[in-house]
């Protein structure tokens, strides 16, 4: 909990700032207790808040669409500093497209689709931002953010870097910033010229097979456990018999193995417990030890 001189300058510096504000109202898996406080930030309030909180001593985290994201029922202490729609910028020069972090990938595949700059066609359909695909190495149907990324610009312990890709130690669902306090700011891709046509056809069947196979009627954070190596973790947790299974509110999908879903009423604690079921049944089944994908935030 903030005391009150806190509150008072952090509202003088950011006249949009929430306090205590739930954060089942920011993360697609619509579960989470309050922050202390949210701001919603552009790149110099991002950096103003973050310098803020690191002169104060008070916690900061960052997010971005809170698509891969599980947080506590207890909530998180400190600051949440989200990088979404008031830092998202986009423009392609040549076969470049810069973008800010807070744009959603939706928004950067339509844009290179539009300059028929292929590579992105694959990041379409994940609900993501910018900032949080290259957090996380942002993946699907054969392509990755690591492949088409170029540089990206962030701030780290009071100072604003670019690093190229190459010096990001981009893997799967890896890379610099799981390892290290920073904000990302903005991304430079590097393209490839395509037919507009063909994009577009591939962004649609990429869509397509997601409607069929997720279920996206549910709120989730995407797929819960990484794929194991030389498996998939749907189809172990398929073959352990777990499709369906409950923990209050949550559930192991019907539909798709890998996704945990909230039924609607499901608490962090629901999740928390459903996953250890599964994680506890496939280990005794097959062997395999699932490591979450969901990054968890919050009060234990
Ligand atoms: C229905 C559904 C389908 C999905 N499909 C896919 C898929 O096909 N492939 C895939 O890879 N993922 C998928 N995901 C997961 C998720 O969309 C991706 O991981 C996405 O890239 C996360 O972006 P975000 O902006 O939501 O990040 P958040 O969930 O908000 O944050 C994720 C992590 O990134 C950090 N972070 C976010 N922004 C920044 C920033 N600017 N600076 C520093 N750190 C930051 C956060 O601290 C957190 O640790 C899916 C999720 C859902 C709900």
Request: one cysteine or more.
């Amino acid at each position: 909990m903030f005391d009150s001189e806190i509150k008072k300058e952090l509202s003088t510096l950011f006249s949009e700032i929430k306090f205590d504000e739930p954060m089942s109202r920011h993360t697609t898996f619509k579960v989470g207790g309050p922050s202390d406080g949210f701001l919603k930030a552009g790149i110099r309030e991002a950096v103003l808040a973050a310098e803020f909180c690191v002169k104060n001593n008070i916690s900061y985290t960052i997010i971005g669409n809170g698509s891969n994201l599980l947080v506590s029922d207890k909530g998180i202490d400190g600051l949440v500093i989200c990088v979404d729609s008031n830092m998202n910028g986009a423009r392609a020069e040549g076969t470049r497209i810069y973008a800010e972090a807070g744009l959603r990938l939706s928004r950067l595949s339509e844009l290179a689709a539009s300059e028929s700059l292929g590579g992105l066609e694959f990041a379409g359909g994940i609900p993501g931002n910018v900032g949080g695909a290259v957090y996380m190495n942002a993946g699907a149907y054969g392509g990755e953010i690591k492949d088409v990324l170029s540089e990206v610009t962030f701030w780290e312990s009071g100072e604003i870097l670019t690093k190229s890709a190459e010096e990001l130690g981009l893997g799967y669902r890896e890379s610099y910033f799981m390892h290290n306090d920073c904000i990302i700011l903005s991304c430079v891709f590097n393209c490839i010229p395509r037919p507009e046509n063909e994009i577009r056809a591939d962004m649609a069947e990429f869509i397509r097979r997601r409607k069929e196979k997720q279920p996206l009627e549910y709120p989730s954070g995407g797929s819960y456990f990484k794929r194991p190596v030389g498996n998939f973790a749907g189809k172990l947790i398929q073959e352990a018999g777990l499709m369906g299974a409950c923990v209050g509110g949550a559930e192991v999908s019907t539909k798709h193995a890998g996704f945990v879903i909230n039924k609607g009423d499901a608490t962090c604690c629901d999740i928390l417990q459903l996953e250890e079921l599964v994680r506890k049944t496939v280990a005794e089944k097959f062997g395999v030890e699932l490591e979450r994908e969901v990054r968890f935030v919050g009060r234990r």
